[in-house]
Every structure is written in structure tokens, then in C-alpha cells.
């Protein structure tokens, strides 16, 4: 028998329902676009300061990073505890949360805004992060602070916030919906799919309108050509997949708590260990001729379209230095410094294939390296495809971010953030 249709007032009153579910998402997506902008603009002048005061005294971080760096890890711990390191791992575990209270300790806007300011002071010293990491979590908690309209949809508005985040940080909405499927969710859900693309959406537009159309890091036109070329995406991917395997091992490892000794001094004086962490930031700085502090997106962004040199130590140094950075126990993400780290990687590389065009041998570095890190090949190809505009190379990205992958689960047998979020995942299961 056919169904009876449904009364007038149930049908309203679902109407509604979607209509306010829809209006959340996009309210959020917007908001969370808005924040994005605001904290990209407030970095840039952050790090133009610490560049300011390099300029003034090149010695001076040796003073400021470790001081800087360590006052940010008693800040964090003191009044935004689970604000530390990028945010992603905190906002992958408050979707897996069913306790209200506990959500709430890794998704909120007192800790947004939180991880906001320390962030900022983090670039203002020197450390070696970026933003987008952050940009993430703040970017759930606004969502999750929205979705008290519609408490039913909870996790689906994370989800929604942290892709958003994605995609206005990097001006790479195709990345922010890869990302929210592959390394937030690792499930496509069709009911929540157009939600999550309308968030998108609506924070991709505002991030368009607040900024522009720009490319993260700029145009390139970079094409490989012949055996010789082809050649250069597996070294790349194997290369980038195994240190970013190591960087990610080390992160879990010492988020773990190390054993011995060294463990236990680490957890006796965290902030010391953070000031130790800034002392060595500043000499890789010094090293480095001044190019890891931040999120060196200026170095490898000249490099790309001016062809300004970077230093051959300037891939491995900025590997220490994020390191340093990511385990201080300051906030701050790891997206833009290990993109750098590829790209420094890939001048490396490039002098055992100098028919290549240097470009190319970037875009490859960035894509291995950090599908290394994340373990989301899908994520990292088209992240740097659309950071760039160079869709000439999508086929040779695909394969080094396949490659990468591999590679690095030799070495750490899971990707960095899923690793990370379970240790805020603990207290749900007591």
C-alpha cells in the first residue's frame, strides 16, 4: 500500500530542521574563514617582526627563541592545556568523543583563541610552525561552539570546521574536502557530504573575498620530461617518504613519553625542555643563514618564482627545527615547515638530475615529504597542485605522494596526527 503522505506540520517542522542545519554549517564556514584570514594576516606581520629584529641583531634569537619558546610552553600548560603542537590530532579525537565535557576540553573557543595568541607569540620568537595546523582547530572549535543550535551534529560540524580551516588557510578548497574524507574522517559519509561542502564553501568565499585569488605559493609551469626526469619521482618519494617517516616516528615517540632518564627530566621540567627546544631552533637559524625561523614560506615561495637560492642545509635544518618546535609543547602545525622541508629536500635532489627543472624537483620534494608526515597521499598531491596552479605535474605528484607513503610506513607504521590523537582519546575510556 502506498505510504500516507505526511502531515503538514511534521513536514514543516523537518523543513525547518534542514533549513537551520544548513544555515549553522554555512554560518560556520564563514566565521571560520573570516578567523583564517585574520590569523594568516597576523602571522605574516608576526614573523616580519622577528625578521625585523634579526635584521637589528642577528644574534638575538639566541635570547628571545629559547625565552619566547619556553614562556609559550608554561602559557599553553598553565591556562590552554590540549593547545599544544598543530591541533589536528586534538580535533580528529573530539570527533571520536561522546562525553560533552571532554569535547569540550579539545574544542572551544576560550582554547581558539588560545591557540590563536600562542601561535602568534610562537612565530613572533621564531619557532619553527606554521599556521594552518591551527587554523584547524580553531576552525572545529567555531564549529562545534556554533553547532549548540543543532547539538545532533556534532561531529559532522568538526569535521566541517577543521576542512573549512583547510581550505581558507591555504586558498585550497579541493584540499580542504580531501582532507576532511581522507585523513579527518578516512570514510565518505553521503549524508554529511553536502554539509561539509557547504561549510567549505562558505569559508572558501569569505577567505576569496577577504584576500583574493592567490596561489599559496605562487604559479609554477614546471613540466618533467623523458626517462631522465621520471627517474627523479621515485628518488623523491622514497627520500621524502623515509625522513618524513623519521620526523613523524619522533613526534609520536616523544609524545609518548621517552623512557629513562631523559623521559623523566622532560616531564620534570617541561619548560625547560622548551627553552632548550628555542636554544636550538635559534642555532639552526644561525646555521641556516636565517631562513627556518617561521614558517619559511616567504624562502620557498621566492625560490619558486624568483629562483632565489636556499641553502644546501636548508631542508635538513628545517627538519631539526620543526622537530624542535613540534615537540616544546608549544601550539603551532607543521603543514608549511614540511612543505619547506620537501622543498629544501628537493634541492638537494636536484644536483643527481640537473635535466630536471628545479621547480619540479620542489613541487616532488613538498609532495613526498609531507605525504610522509600526514600518510594521506591523496591529501598532499592535491594540496601542493593547488598551492601552486601546476597541473602539468599532477600524474608526477600522484606517483611521488603514493611512494612517499610507502616509504614512510617502513618507518612509522601510522600517520602522525591519527598517532598523536590517541593519546586525548585515553580518558574517554576510563
Same mark, same amino acid.
Given at each position: 500500500?502506498?505510504?500516507?503522505?505526511?502531515?503538514?506540520?511534521?513536514?514543516?517542522?523537518?523543513?525547518?530542521?534542514?533549513?537551520?542545519?544548513? %544555515?549553522?554549517?554555512?554560518?560556520?564556514?564563514?566565521?571560520?574563514?573570516?578567523?583564517?584570514?585574520?590569523?594568516?594576516?597576523?602571522? &605574516?606581520? %608576526?614573523?616580519?617582526?622577528?625578521?625585523?629584529?634579526?635584521?637589528?641583531?642577528?644574534?638575538?634569537?639566541?635570547?628571545?627563541?629559547?625565552?619566547?619558546?619556553?614562556?609559550?610552553?608554561?602559557?599553553?600548560?598553565?591556562?590552554?592545556?590540549?593547545?599544544?603542537?598543530?591541533?589536528?590530532?586534538?580535533?580528529?579525537?573530539?570527533?571520536?568523543?561522546?562525553?560533552?565535557?571532554?569535547?569540550?576540553?579539545?574544542?572551544?573557543?576560550?582554547?581558539?583563541?588560545?591557540?590563536?595568541?600562542?601561535?602568534?607569540?610562537?612565530?613572533?620568537? #621564531? %619557532?619553527?610552525?606554521?599556521?594552518?595546523?591551527? !587554523?584547524?582547530?580553531?576552525?572545529?572549535?567555531?564549529?562545534?561552539?556554533? *553547532?549548540?543550535?543543532?547539538?545532533?551534529?556534532?561531529?559532522?560540524?568538526?569535521?566541517?570546521?577543521?576542512?573549512?580551516?583547510?581550505?581558507?588557510?591555504?586558498?585550497? =578548497?579541493?584540499? #580542504?574536502?580531501?582532507?576532511?574524507?581522507?585523513?579527518?574522517?578516512?570514510?565518505?559519509?553521503?549524508?554529511?557530504?553536502?554539509?561539509?561542502?557547504?561549510?567549505?564553501?562558505? %569559508?572558501?568565499?569569505?577567505?576569496?573575498?577577504?584576500?583574493?585569488?592567490?596561489?599559496?605559493?605562487?604559479?609554477?609551469?614546471?613540466?618533467?620530461?623523458?626517462?631522465?626526469?621520471?627517474?627523479?619521482?621515485?628518488?623523491?618519494?622514497?627520500? *621524502?617518504?623515509?625522513?618524513?617517516? @623519521?620526523?613523524?616516528?619522533?613526534?609520536?615517540?616523544?609524545?609518548?613519553?621517552?623512557?629513562?632518564?631523559?623521559?623523566?627530566?622532560?616531564?620534570?621540567? =617541561?619548560?625547560?625542555?622548551?627553552?632548550?627546544?628555542?636554544?636550538?631552533?635559534?642555532?639552526?637559524?644561525?646555521?641556516?643563514? &636565517?631562513? @627556518?625561523?617561521?614558517?619559511?614560506?616567504?624562502?620557498?615561495?621566492?625560490?619558486?618564482?624568483?629562483?632565489?637560492?636556499?641553502?644546501?642545509?636548508?631542508?635538513?635544518?628545517?627538519?631539526?627545527? !620543526?622537530?624542535?618546535?613540534?615537540?616544546?609543547?608549544? =601550539?603551532? *602545525?607543521?603543514?608549511? =615547515?614540511?612543505?619547506?622541508?620537501?622543498?629544501?629536500?628537493?634541492?638537494?635532489?636536484?644536483?643527481?638530475?640537473?635535466?630536471?627543472?628545479?621547480?619540479?624537483?620542489?613541487?616532488?620534494?613538498? @609532495?613526498?615529504?609531507?605525504?610522509?608526515?600526514?600518510?594521506?597521499?591523496?591529501?598532499?598531491?592535491?594540496?601542493?597542485?593547488?598551492?601552486?596552479?601546476?597541473?602539468?605535474?599532477?600524474?608526477?605528484?600522484?606517483?611521488?605522494?603514493?611512494?612517499?607513503?610507502?616509504?614512510?610506513?617502513?618507518?612509522?607504521?601510522?600517520?602522525?596526527?591519527?598517532?598523536?590523537?590517541?593519546?586525548?582519546?585515553?580518558? &574517554?575510556?576510563?
Amino acid at each position: 500500500m502506498p505510504r500516507s503522505p505526511l502531515p503538514s506540520t511534521r513536514r514543516l517542522r523537518l523543513h525547518a530542521a534542514r533549513t537551520q542545519r544548513r %544555515a549553522v554549517f554555512l554560518l560556520g564556514g564563514i566565521v571560520v574563514g573570516a578567523a583564517a584570514v585574520a590569523l594568516a594576516l597576523l602571522a &605574516d606581520a %608576526a614573523q616580519a617582526a622577528f625578521r625585523d629584529l634579526v635584521a637589528w641583531w642577528r644574534y638575538a634569537p639566541l635570547v628571545v627563541t629559547p625565552l619566547g619558546i619556553g614562556l609559550a610552553a608554561w602559557l599553553a600548560r598553565r591556562y590552554f592545556p590540549n593547545s599544544q603542537g598543530s591541533g589536528i590530532p586534538q580535533a580528529i579525537a573530539a570527533r571520536h568523543l561522546t562525553d560533552a565535557a571532554a569535547r569540550g576540553a579539545l574544542v572551544s573557543l576560550r582554547l581558539a583563541a588560545g591557540k590563536i595568541l600562542l601561535t602568534l607569540f610562537g612565530l613572533l620568537c #621564531g %619557532a619553527s610552525i606554521g599556521r594552518e595546523g591551527p !587554523t584547524v582547530q580553531v576552525g572545529a572549535s567555531i564549529m562545534a561552539a556554533i *553547532g549548540r543550535l543543532s547539538p545532533r551534529r556534532q561531529p559532522g560540524l568538526i569535521l566541517a570546521g577543521a576542512s573549512a580551516g583547510v581550505a581558507a588557510a591555504f586558498n585550497a =578548497p579541493l584540499a #580542504g574536502i580531501v582532507f576532511g574524507i581522507e585523513e579527518m574522517s578516512r570514510a565518505f559519509d553521503v549524508k554529511s557530504a553536502g554539509l561539509l561542502i557547504g561549510g567549505i564553501f562558505a %569559508a572558501g568565499l569569505t577567505s576569496l573575498a577577504l584576500m583574493g585569488d592567490y596561489s599559496y605559493f605562487g604559479t609554477t609551469a614546471a613540466v618533467l620530461q623523458g626517462t631522465h626526469g621520471w627517474l627523479a619521482v621515485p628518488a623523491c618519494g622514497v627520500a *621524502g617518504g623515509l625522513l618524513g617517516g @623519521v620526523f613523524s616516528r619522533i613526534l609520536v615517540e616523544v609524545a609518548a613519553g621517552l623512557p629513562g632518564a631523559a623521559g623523566r627530566a622532560i616531564r620534570r621540567h =617541561p619548560v625547560g625542555f622548551a627553552m632548550l627546544c628555542g636554544l636550538g631552533t635559534a642555532l639552526c637559524g644561525l646555521a641556516s643563514g &636565517d631562513t @627556518v625561523y617561521g614558517t619559511s614560506y616567504g624562502e620557498v615561495k621566492a625560490l619558486l618564482e624568483q629562483g632565489e637560492p636556499l641553502p644546501q642545509s636548508f631542508g635538513l635544518l628545517k627538519m631539526i627545527a !620543526t622537530t624542535l618546535g613540534a615537540i616544546s609543547g608549544i =601550539p603551532g *602545525g607543521i603543514f608549511s =615547515p614540511s612543505l619547506a622541508v620537501g622543498a629544501g629536500l628537493g634541492v638537494n635532489l636536484s644536483a643527481l638530475f640537473p635535466g630536471v627543472p628545479l621547480e619540479a624537483m620542489l613541487l616532488l620534494g613538498m @609532495v613526498a615529504y609531507f605525504a610522509g608526515v600526514v600518510q594521506a597521499p591523496i591529501t598532499a598531491f592535491v594540496i601542493v597542485t593547488e598551492m601552486t596552479n601546476d597541473h602539468a605535474m599532477v600524474i608526477p605528484l600522484m606517483a611521488a605522494a603514493v611512494i612517499g607513503h610507502a616509504a614512510s610506513r617502513l618507518v612509522c607504521h601510522e600517520g602522525v596526527y591519527h598517532a598523536l590523537a590517541r593519546n586525548y582519546l585515553v580518558p &574517554d575510556r576510563r
